[in-house]
């Protein structure tokens, strides 16, 4: 894996976000939907836990994960309580739980 893999670490890099946003919205012109923001979420999660398999000692950046954890969290949870049916398809589509 690259050093310079995009312009900032924190960020997923443009074609992945636009890629991630193609696949996981709801109408033409959605981008901010609850199932956007949660497979956004979902790839930095991925992304940062590929990173602490490498840097064990990374402390602050694990507080950004958790926080990450925690967002996409609440998140679920609202959409558990507003849709069940969003959220089981955009549970097994991401296959978060088992």
């Known amino acids: ?24 919205r709801v109408h033409e012109t959605d981008s901010g939907s609850i199932e956007v923001q949660v497979s956004l979420l979902t790839r930095r ?7 602490f398999k490498v840097h064990r000692h ?3 950046g694990r507080r950004g ?12 949870q609202y959409l558990s ?7 089981r398809a ?3 589509r991401l296959g978060l739980r088992k």
Do not use: N, P
């Not at 999660?45 to 990173?51: F, G, K, Q, T, W």
């Not at 309580?81 to 959220?87: G, I, L, N």
């Open 1 to 24: 894996m690259s050093r310079f893999r995009s312009e900032t670490s924190k960020q997923l890099d443009r074609e992945t976000k636009s890629s991630i946003v193609q696949e996981s």
């Open 45 to 51: 999660i991925a992304e940062l836990s590929e990173h």
């Open 58 to 60: 990374d402390h602050a």
């Open 65 to 76: 994960l958790l926080t990450l954890v925690g967002q996409r969290r609440r998140l679920l």
């Open 81 to 87: 309580r507003e849709d069940v049916e969003r959220y």
């Open 90 to 92: 955009l549970v097994s």
